[in-house]
């Protein structure tokens, strides 16, 4: 039997990491039969990240490769009909959402001070408070710093979320009216935008980004008729 470990629910929604929340919707559109285990502190896990999965006696973290070893092991029933090229647009997008889009989120999320006050109560707050704001604090020196040598932290918030902005508009264009991004059936590309777009919506966090999906009758009702396909 699989397990999935993730984050525990939090802020409304499954999981508040898109890769965990695009993890556990492949395993629920491929079919594949997984129990869940609930992680707090992500720092005992393989490679100190979530989501990571258990299969027998292999364990595997980082959801991209929990994917390529659950398609190499159970067979790829989401992307076996799936054309070259479409399988280049998924993974241009997939590449798009995870290594740009989740940056603009990151900073949204854990740069803005108020967002800041919502997440050290809600992830940090069983930790003892003479303590927490010093661990809080180091973590985001730590964010900060990452986020410079990426790039990506050189910039003025609003050039960042035009970033987040332009890539929404891509994604849009690529669905257009389909169903889903490849036409009437969901891909694997399908797990990691549902797992992004419906990150971007979380209630705690309102942005401009958000306000774009919800004007979106597309994007809104594509998220709703994934959601639906995994977990309904």
Not at 105 to 123: A, G, P, Y
Not at 137 to 156: F, N, V
């Amino acid at each position: 039997m699989i397990e999935l470990y993730k984050f525990v629910p939090q802020f409304g929604m499954r999981d508040a990491s898109p890769f965990a929340l695009k993890l556990e919707t492949y395993l629920r559109l491929a079919g594949l039969d997984y129990t869940v285990n609930e992680v707090i502190d992500p720092s005992k896990a393989p490679k100190a990240k979530i989501p990571y999965i258990v299969d027998g006696d292999q364990t595997i973290a980082d959801s991209s490769l929990c994917i390529t070893y659950l398609k190499d092991k159970y067979g790829d029933p989401l992307g076996e009909n799936l054309s070259p090229e479409q399988h280049a647009i998924g993974h241009a997008l997939k590449t798009m959402l995870e290594e740009r889009t989740y940056w603009v989120m990151v900073n949204t999320r854990w740069m803005d001070e108020e967002n800041q006050k919502l997440i050290k109560s809600t992830w940090f707050g069983g930790i003892p408070a003479p303590i927490r704001g010093f661990i809080f604090g180091k973590i985001i020196k730590g964010m900060k710093k990452t986020m410079h040598g990426h790039g990506i932290g050189r910039h003025t918030d609003a050039e960042i979320m035009n970033f987040g902005l332009a890539d929404l508009a891509a994604f849009e264009n690529i669905l257009g009216d389909k169903s889903y991004l490849f036409g009437d059936t969901p891909s694997e590309y399908d797990a990691t935008g549902y797992g992004f777009l419906a990150n971007i919506m979380a209630k705690p966090f309102p942005t401009p980004m958000s306000t774009f999906i919800e004007n979106s009758k597309n994007l809104s009702a594509y998220i709703k008729r994934v959601e639906t396909k995994a977990f309904d």
